[in-house]
């Protein structure tokens, strides 16, 4: 094999690719933990780790500038490099929708709608990246395919849960005995959940772009690709 | 002459023994034989991965073998190269490449040993029939080399000397003017014209050797390797050239740099180890997406 040192960087690349889908999942889970379980500690080690991912992000980016501007990668190796790259970008936006998830968990201090199974969803989008990660890791275009199939689920999940949500809203009874603070409460609680909803979703679109990437990465294919 | 059988049915009215016996036809019948290597070459090609069209074939090699003695340098080799575009030849050292280009203007009737077999098509004429005149083919099909070769005269007289020997009735200095004009040297030597070509630079003798192959208003310029002996600036002006060249001519070009062929090539061919044309396609599929696992091996180094 020629070009070994070469062919070592591309597969530090996919390490660090893989290592950093792990810390990004991990901080996911402790996020959704902070949330289901009002843990403002766990909140906290979300909200503070984001850095950390933040710096692990630019690192990547530079290994794979580096990659195509020392190395002219070319053919397969160019779509990894390419592939990883967009990749790198979509686990650094997961991150940041763990700390969202974090910051909603410190400012609800009460369970408002116990009918939305927001773990449901979470485990459901938390899974899909799992599996779109592995799917890069092992070249595995069917499994692409597979991922972004989950997704209209996930969606329709999501669309309903914003429905209930929201209809709750209209049918609540407010009148001129309620107090300002609990309408300002009520507004708080239905627009956090709205936008749990929405960012959990989000992990879902996450997950398919991480396939889609895949996708065109082993087969060369941009189907998948919005 | 080994194909002549698979000629009756598709050979162009070419018996002026001229060479513009009428443009072949892109969608040649005889295209599907050729399934050895992997092409996408089709004759309505404006294909979805958003390559152009591949245009009207001026340049066709059918059935080509090249033996040095025992040895075969080319094995069967079929190849389409449109007109107006540049058409890259990559492979290891060895792979035949070099022999294919000079196959084309027949500079391989230089080397005792060479024998040629099967055909090669300027135009749709076999340029190994028996009525063509090498010299003649010469002229218009031009030739640049790895390292400059002017002649130990003066710069003008270097882009003069094919007219010269042509015995046209043209303006010489308007020829001479316009040839070092679309070479990119007019500005750097125009008040030095009577000066040795000697004492240009290797850069600069390389684009006076592109002038004098323009000169003689060629269809095709090969090109063997024009830049490797250059620095990255000169290296830089040679490849822009060839872009603005291919407007009016057909440019081949052999390379050992991958880069340089995937900057400048419209078309790209792929010779592998035994003389074995194994992929030929769009550049940028072949750079992206190449379909044999062996091209792919080697674009990406890890061949061998």
Known sequence: MARESYQEKLEALRDDVLYMSELVLERLRLGVDALEQKDEELAWEVIDGDDEINQLYLDLESECVDLLALQQPVASDLRFIAASFKIITDLERIGDLATNLGEYSIEAQRDVYPEVDIQAVADETIDMVQAAMEAYEREDAEACYTIADRDDAVDDQCERASETVVRDLIEHEVDADTDDTEVEQLMADVSRMLLTIRDLERVGDHAVNIAARTLYMVENDDDLIY | ?304
């Not at chain 2, 404006?46 to 059935?63: C, L």
Request: charged fraction near 30%.
């Open chain 2, 1 to 304: 002459m080994t194909s002549n059988e698979n000629r009756a049915t598709d050979e162009p009215a070419a018996s002026d023994g001229g060479f513009a016996a009428g443009e072949t036809k892109a969608g040649d019948p005889d295209q599907t034989e050729a399934p050895l290597i992997e092409t996408n070459v089709t004759a309505d090609v404006d294909d979805d991965d958003g390559g152009a069209s591949f245009g009207t074939t001026i340049i066709e090699s059918r059935g080509l073998d090249v033996f040095y003695g025992d040895d075969q340098a080319l094995q069967d080799v079929n190849l389409e190269i449109p007109e107006n575009q540049v058409t890259a030849i990559i492979g290891p050292s060895g792979c035949g490449k070099s022999t294919f280009l000079r196959c084309i203007n027949r500079m391989n009737d230089l080397v005792d040993v060479a024998r040629v077999e099967g055909e090669l098509r300027l135009n749709g004429k076999n340029v190994y029939d028996d009525d063509v005149d090498p010299v003649a083919l010469r002229r218009k099909i031009g030739m640049v080399f790895q390292h400059p070769n002017p002649f130990p005269k003066s710069i003008y007289d270097n882009v003069a000397y094919g007219l010269e020997i042509q015995d046209k009735d043209v303006d010489t200095d308007a020829v001479v003017e316009e040839s070092l004009k679309r070479a990119a040297l007019w500005d750097e030597v125009k008040d030095r014209l009577d000066e040795s070509a000697l004492d240009l630079s290797g850069g600069q003798q390389q684009r006076l050797c592109i002038a004098r192959a323009i000169a003689v208003d060629p269809e095709v310029i090969l090109m063997d390797e024009p830049a490797s002996a250059l620095d990255p600036i000169a290296t830089s002006q040679i490849e822009d050239l060839i872009e603005e060249l291919a407007e009016e001519y057909t440019v081949v070009i052999v390379t050992h740099n991958m880069q340089q062929a995937a900057r400048i090539s419209d078309m790209t061919a792929v010779f592998l180890t035994g003389g074995e044309l194994v992929e030929y396609d769009a550049t940028d599929q072949i750079f992206e997406n190449p379909a044999s696992q062996r091209v792919e091996d080697y674009i990406t180094g890890k061949f061998g």
